[in-house]
RNA sequence: GGCGCGAUGGCGGAGAGGCUACGCAGCGGCCUGCAAAGCCGUGUACGCCGGUUCGAGUCCGGCUCGCGCCUCCA
């Protein structure tokens, strides 16, 4: 099977060709953890899960990177205000972040690297820059020189010119270029610092990633991934900073991005109420809901997420769930139709489509090509029960042996004929979410 | 202003020069005490204007609308 992705550095589609067949590896910028992870944050987070899971289906061996950035002046403002301390801000946000994308069905990266843990890699990195020709040292600060690099703009194509036309702020006074950007800067008593040549002080908001890719995968490496917003940036700053440091011609060979993400048709932001976080999501929806929406959508596409859309996944996975009656097992082999999908530049929304026609079949052999397919998406990964009986949180608690009372009575009094009673039972049930479902094997029930 | 992305049927969403996408919702039917679930059947589409072609959602040009980014982040 032939792996195709889209390369943002060519603008198009190329075969995918691993610098060693052996071994892949992969790094995806992970989040800044200050706040809680927006439904934006998750959808790399699900789409490179994806990818890693074709990676390693398809390669014997695979380096999946995902950084923690616990070093950030939004950190340290976020600390100031509310006056928790920022290791606190950092590891409770962090643990937040794993649990949630848990519950979305993102397994974890192969290794998940802290800034904090890094600095000593990203002072190398900036000396190594230093001398290199492509950084200097002015007023406290370490800066990347621009113009010493004259492929810079690669990535994101926008020449140094048009950025110092269009740039919106003013340029500060010990920039020789102004399209130059931070490497290291000096910390005040207030701000955290470390020990570095040119006195205490932290890294820019670069440099963690490139110190930190380095660090595991090398100074190249053959996918590296983000949201679309990361291109310029981060990436572009990235890739310079690694190919000067590293004496290379390329950082990655492929840079994949996701399309952004708009909330009930607008830009998602805190004032217009559609801002929605990851945590809170997880409260009214089951997380595998969450995550395919995220999947219908190919991760290039822009993507208007909305609370309706999740609940019609919701209802797509009830009748998979319904499908798949709890009394098969995944075959061993993925359905060919949702690896060659997956293999078009991740085609997820294909490969779902792959999943419906598999649906439309009841034989046991289609069954269980599609809980191997669906599971291999990162789907179908609850007990049936768990499923059906998920309720939200602050939900009332349901006395399972009270409705199992009342279906009983209800089934006597089907027997004698008594509907009125019947269907009072079952409204009743009904207005506390449960509902019915009436079969030659009895009467069950699910959480509507 | 610069760079870039998107526009497909009521909704979501693939595809791609000639061939059914698919799902949800709707409608008709089967089943059911009635429902629910399930099953069968069914309608509607490619933003606008030109061009290329025997033939264009699919290629080219222009336009309109929506959106992203434009550095030490907000």
Redesign the pocket.
């Known amino acids: 099977m032939t792996l195709s992705i889209h390369n943002t550095l060519h603008?198009t589609k190329e075969v995918f060709d691993p610098i060693s067949a052996d071994h892949v590896r992969m790094y995806v910028c992970g989040p800044t953890v200050y706040d809680y992870a927006h439904i934006g944050n998750a959808r790399p987070v699900v789409i490179f899960d994806v990818l890693a899971r074709l990676l390693r289906h398809l390669y014997p061996k695979v380096t999946y990177v995902r950084n923690i950035t616990d070093i950030d002046?939004?950190i340290n403002a976020a600390s100031r205000e509310s006056g928790e301390d920022i290791r606190a801000i950092t590891e409770r946000t962090a643990k937040v972040f794993q649990d949630d994308m848990a519950a979305l069905g993102a397994l974890p990266p192969d290794i998940e690297p802290r800034c904090t843990d890094h600095v000593t890699q990203m002072i190398t990195m900036t000396e190594q820059l230093i001398s290199s020709g492509n950084a200097y040292e002015a007023d406290g600060?370490v800066m990347f020189h621009?113009p010493s690099m004259a492929e810079y703009g690669q990535l994101?194509?926008?020449s140094?010119d048009?950025?110092?036309?269009?740039?919106?702020?003013d340029?500060?006074p010990?920039?020789k270029d102004?399209?130059?950007?931070?490497l290291w800067?000096p910390s005040d008593d207030l701000t955290p610092g470390w020990e570095s040549p040119w006195g205490r002080g932290r890294p820019?908001?670069h440099i963690e990633c490139s110190a930190m890719a380095q660090t595991y995968l090398g100074d190249e490496f053959d996918i590296h991934g983000g949201g679309?917003?990361l291109?310029?940036?981060h990436h572009e700053?990235e890739l310079a900073q690694s190919r000067c440091a590293n004496h290379t011609n390329g950082m990655a060979r492929y840079w994949m991005h996701n399309?952004?993400l708009?909330a009930e048709g607008?830009?998602m932001s805190k004032s217009l109420g559609n801002f929605y976080t990851v945590h809170d999501l997880l409260d009214e929806f089951p997380g595998e809901a969450i995550r395919l929406v995220l999947l219908?959508?190919?991760y290039?596409?822009?993507?208007?997420f909305t609370k309706e859309?999740i609940a019609?996944a919701r209802?797509?996975l009830?009748?998979w769930y319904?499908?798949n009656d709890g009394n098969q097992s995944a075959s061993d082999a993925i359905p060919d139709g949702i690896i060659s999908a997956l293999s078009?530049?991740l085609?997820t929304?294909?490969a779902i489509?792959e999943l419906?026609?598999l649906?439309?079949d009841?034989s046991e052999e289609s069954k269980a090509a599609f809980l191997a397919g669906a599971q291999f998406l990162g789907l179908m990964q609850q007990e049936l029960d768990d499923w059906f009986r998920w309720s939200p949180a602050g939900a009332t608690e349901i006395d399972e042996a009270v409705v199992d009372a009342l279906i009983a009575e209800r089934t006597e009094a089907?027997l004698g004929k008594n509907?009125a009673r019947?269907?009072e039972i079952?409204d009743e049930l009904a207005a506390q979410g449960i509902?019915?479902?009436?079969?030659v094997d009895g009467t069950t029930w699910k959480r509507g």
């Open positions: 603008r002046d939004k600060h621009v994101s194509r926008h140094r048009e950025l110092i036309a269009g740039a919106r702020i340029v500060a010990y920039k102004p399209a130059d950007f931070v800067k820019g908001w679309q917003d291109i310029f940036p700053n399309g952004y708009m607008e830009k219908q959508t190919h290039r596409q822009p993507l208007d859309g019609e209802r797509t009830d009748k319904r499908f078009d530049d085609n929304p294909k489509a419906h026609r649906t439309a009841p089907r509907f019947s269907d079952r509902v019915l479902e009436d079969s």
